[in-house]
């Protein structure tokens, strides 16, 4: 095994045994999972330097179009409560994206947040539909046709959650080092040479928009079906917060850093929730600064050998 895949194997090797052992680090995983797809919708954009504070308003609706098609006589099978979500939340971008990408820095930022507040309050008020701040309850699905029992389904939802999280993350990679990936990373540096270059920088924005919504619905998904409620808090504004912190904790160098930010901190959180209930907060925000502080890179810094200033030594 190349020097370079250990520490991946490692991480995949611990993600799949530990639940074993431990098995209330499955929930733990899956909340991570979910958390990682969202935040890897982010980091595309932070790429192009541009930061959302509204990703939440996608994730979610990957929530919601899950509990909906969950309700009994609707397509409740998972593979097509995945799917769905995706599509669903990667169209609202697409159709959202044209306004969003013609602004930059904290315009950006702020505009995003604004529409998911507008989802947020849309999500509380419309009780007939989405049942206010009471939320939906969301039924466990079939498995390719199959009804599974509980446990047989957080096994699912785990092992399953984690494949797909490699096939996601493969497809983006693959994206990234694409013609389009490569503009999208160039616009942060020098966004008029790329015109010039005759590249469309909104039509490369849109595209990376898109995607990071459809991946922020997918998140949302497994986060409801994890745990079997939604409500319009999934929108608000401290969620989108969230991802950007798990996006830059995890940094942005590589497809895994989010996925291994989000593990992090839900690790974190779980453990200093139960063994430090008194002062969990204090513990997760010294975990977090160790990081920022010590590793600029990121915890994906961690994996491909960056020194303490960020730069390979």
């Not at 990682?36 to 919601?64: E, K, N, P, Q, T």
């Not at 540096?189 to 790329?194: A, D, G, I, S």
């Amino acid at each position: 095994m190349p020097a370079r895949s250990f520490p991946y194997a490692l991480l995949a090797a611990g993600f799949c045994l530990l639940p074993l052992w431990v098995p209330w680090l499955s929930f733990v995983f899956v909340l991570a999972l979910s958390t990682g797809f969202a935040a890897l919708g982010v980091a595309l954009l932070l790429r192009a330097g541009l930061i959302s504070l509204g990703h939440a308003g996608f994730y979610a609706l990957g929530a919601y179009v899950t509990a909906f098609l969950s309700r009994p006589g609707a397509m409740g099978d998972l593979s097509i409560l995945l799917l769905a979500s995706a599509v669903l939340s990667a169209a609202a971008g697409a159709v959202i994206g044209p306004f969003m990408v013609r602004y930059r820095a904290i315009f950006f930022a702020m505009l995003n947040l604004a529409v998911s507040m507008v989802f947020f309050t849309l999500l509380s008020k419309l009780y007939g539909i989405t049942g206010g701040t009471d939320g939906v309850r969301v039924r466990a699905p079939t498995v390719l046709g199959l009804a599974a029992e509980r446990a047989t389904f957080e096994a699912v939802l785990l092992y399953g959650g984690f494949a797909l999280f490699g096939v996601v993350a493969y497809g983006v990679h693959r994206y990234l080092v694409s013609p389009m990936g490569q503009a999208l990373s160039a616009v942060h540096t020098n966004e008029v040479r790329l015109e010039y270059l005759g590249v469309s920088v909104s039509r490369v924005l849109l595209a990376a928009y898109a995607i990071s919504a459809g991946l922020a619905g997918i998140g949302g998904a497994i986060a409801a079906l994890a745990v079997g409620h939604v409500v319009p808090e999934m929108a608000y504004w401290t969620i989108s917060g969230q991802l950007v912190l798990v996006a830059v904790l995890g940094g942005i160098g590589g497809v895994v850093g989010p996925f291994i930010g989000a593990v992090f901190l839900e690790v974190v959180r779980s453990f200093a929730t139960i063994y430090f209930a008194d002062v969990w907060n204090l513990i997760i925000g010294v975990a977090l600064i160790g990081v920022i502080f010590f590793l600029p890179a990121g915890l994906y810094g961690l994996m491909t050998g960056f020194g303490p200033r960020g730069k390979r030594p």
